[in-house]
């Protein structure tokens, strides 16, 4: 494809890409498909002769969307939301065209240096303490990882090396895998699996505190685990605290947890994949009391702030833990500029080597919108999440299973958990919306997330009609059901 042919397809693609969102609310949320639908509809190898441009566009249509669960849809309200917007798209198009790998200043000094800019920008956006910006003076800064997963493995690699380098300065005898084996970590057992995911991979064994009646991790929970261990012999090194949690939308306590944390000398890291993005309403930050305690905290633009994916934003208050704990530096990775102190590199702050100018998606969604437009958007999210919730509390038949703060409501008809697996089922069946669930405990729940931008009062109006209505025909036939609603049983 040359440069004019790039021209006349990309504004067609523009065109469709506009079509696809202006009309998705016509698509059906979720596919009518088989798994293994797309194998039999597509050659079996690749072509030896190039096609046509017109070829590939037709199949789009026919073996691509047949298959798409749209996220963007209005009547998408599954898991969180995920970001997108018509400028942090064309942002990405950038990036494609600059196509540069940006693992240290020199190998394109504007990826690097945009990206700390940002940082500074979204974390004062967010009322972030001054000691996580970089700004020209500061021990910390950010840096976008892809996902909240490899932000939490990052903060847990980090916290290991350094009690590894602080118990062998103390007992040189001590060798890292006598450190690693005795080494403990901790999270709520609402945390993401994440969490527990990253415990796997560093090797570093980890503890679920039990959480409290809101589904909040407390500090005499975390005490009470701190305390057994070190009779134990454990050497506690960090804790993933989480605010918004998966599962309810919960808020572990920082006010009583990060005291812990410093005092123990805990690396305390703060997941807030999801919620983070509503702190940029002054009016929800005092969820965040307590985050000056963290030493490095996390959130998703590509999950509420209208980035697309990916892009998880990251900041550490002492950028040498990172770069401290992972640096390699062999001589085809080295430059004259390198050692002016001025520079950053972020390959240490990350486990891939290579990364995509990610901060051009920040940079144009926040100009575009501004930090009111994007205010804007995350409190019409949390109008239309209550505003699901009133409908619901005039519904005797249903509860509320957890506090409703931001953009998610968590429901179940009363009744047997039998009967809340039967009633999902029936709307992931219609298919009109899509909607996951969770367990709470041992209670099998339903998950309301309001997601896409798209989304206005009609279509959550129409959700809960559409849910009234399939849990009266439920109600109604129960009896079909009796040999699916003997008993109380667990929650999967
Ligand atoms: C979505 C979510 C994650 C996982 O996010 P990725 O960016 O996909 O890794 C982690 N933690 C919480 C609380 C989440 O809601």
Not at 103 to 111: D, G, I, L, Q
Not at 198 to 225: C, N, Q, T, W, Y
Not at 314 to 335: C, E, H, N, T
Request: glycine share 6%; with cysteine; charged share 25%.
């Amino acid at each position: 494809m040359n440069a004019a042919e790039f021209r006349k397809r990309g504004k067609e693609m523009v065109d469709y890409v506009a079509d696809y969102l202006e009309h998705i609310e016509r698509r059906q949320v979720f596919p009518d498909i088989e798994p293994g639908y797309l194998r039999p509809l597509i050659p079996d190898s690749a072509p030896e002769e190039g096609e046509k441009y017109e070829e590939i566009i037709k199949d789009v249509e026919r073996v691509i969307m047949p298959g798409v669960t749209h996220w963007h849809s209005p009547y998408f309200f599954a898991y969180f939301p995920t970001g997108s917007s018509y400028p942090a798209m064309l942002a990405d198009m950038l990036c494609g065209a600059i196509g540069c790998i940006g693992f240290s200043w020199a190998s394109s000094p504007a990826c690097t240096e945009l990206e700390t800019v940002m940082l500074d920008w979204l974390g004062k956006m967010v009322g972030l303490p001054e000691q996580f910006l970089a700004g020209t003076k500061g021990e910390g800064g950010g840096v976008i990882q892809g996902t909240a997963s490899e932000a939490t493995l990052m903060a847990l690699l980090a916290a290991r090396t350094k009690v590894i380098r602080r118990l062998q300065a103390e007992n040189g005898k001590l060798t890292e895998s006598e450190i690693i084996s005795r080494m403990v970590a901790y999270t709520s057992d609402q945390a993401h699996s994440s969490v527990e995911r990253a415990s796997l991979i560093s090797g570093v064994r980890m503890k679920k505190i039990p959480s409290d009646e809101k589904f909040a991790a407390r500090g005499h929970a975390l005490k009470k685990a701190l305390e057994e261990d070190k009779a134990e012999g454990l050497i506690p090194v960090f804790f993933c605290a989480t605010l918004g949690t998966t599962n309810s939308c919960s808020f572990d306590n920082l006010m009583e947890l990060g005291p812990i944390c410093n005092a123990e000398k805990l690396w305390m890291h703060i997941d807030a994949a999801y919620a983070g993005s509503a702190f940029i309403c002054p009016e929800f930050r005092y969820l965040m009391k307590g985050v000056e305690f963290a030493d490095s905290f996390n959130f998703n633009p590509h999950k509420w702030l209208l980035v697309n994916f990916d892009c998880s934003a990251f900041w550490v208050k002492k950028r040498s833990d990172l770069i401290g704990a992972f640096k390699m530096d062999p001589v085809y990775l080295q430059y004259d500029q390198q050692e002016s102190g001025l520079v950053t590199d972020y390959r240490h702050w990350q486990i891939p080597l290579g990364r995509r100018f990610r901060s051009l998606k920040l940079w144009f969604v926040f100009r575009i919108y501004g930090i009111k437009g994007l205010q804007t958007h995350i409190r019409k999210h949390v109008d239309l999440a209550r505003e699901f919730l009133n409908h619901l509390s005039l519904d005797e038949r249903f509860e509320v299973c957890a506090p409703v703060i931001l953009g998610l409501v968590c429901f179940r008809l009363k009744g047997s958990n039998e009967l809340n697996k039967i009633l999902l089922q029936k709307i992931n069946n219609a298919k009109k919306i899509h909607i996951v669930p969770c367990c709470l405990g041992s209670t099998f729940v339903l998950r309301f997330a309001v997601c896409a931008s798209s989304v206005e009062s009609s279509h959550i109006q129409f959700a809960w009609k559409h849910i009234e209505e399939l849990a009266s025909e439920l109600l109604k036939t129960k009896s079909q059901y009796s040999d699916l609603l003997t008993g109380e049983e667990g929650c999967l």
